[in-house]
């Protein structure tokens, strides 16, 4: 992912998980989107999808084979780290973000199941998400086939971790 491409993810990544009303500084910004979109893009590009509507990024998916907190130095995301032991039994996992407008048209469910299908094609024993328990994401996953669902305390936030096994 290159170029404008990048920048609108980046945008889109903004956009989907800050509060319109409390805009990210740029030092927020630029630390949310290392964390969640360029260590990705840069360790593991063949785990990355664009959601295109005509020639518009309206979404991406960035995913790795391996869990986040490993020797790839992939995440910040300490509070995962509550369900280090179910990373054997579902090594990958995904970030995936879209756009309001293309939320509900069935095109995060095609870069799930795209990302599903490259994780069997490897032969990974499973792959997971994290989400905050309760979310409006989590039926979303379910429905993806992500039905292994496991909910831990981590810090103050109550964590769901979705999973599926190859």
Known sequence: ??????????????????????????????????????RYLEQFPRWCRLALDGSTVVGYLVGAPVPPLTEHGLAGQHQSSVFRDLWPRYPAHCHIN?????????????LVRAFLAHCRAEHL?????????????????????????????AL?????FLGTRF
């Open 125 to 153: 024993a499973g792959a997971h998400v994290v989400t905050g328990a309760g979310a409006r994401n989590v039926g979303f996953y379910l429905r993806c086939g992500l039905n292994d669902e496991v909910h831990r305390d």
């Open 1 to 38: 992912m290159r170029g404008a491409y990048r920048e609108t993810a980046r945008t889109i990544l903004c956009e989907a998980i800050t509060p319109s009303a409390r805009p990210p500084t740029c030092r927020q910004t630029d630390w949310l989107c290392d964390v969640y979109l360029e």
């Open 98 to 110: 879209l756009t309001a407008a293309a939320r509900g048209r069935g095109i995060g469910t095609d």
């Open 156 to 160: 103050e936030r109550k964590l769901c």
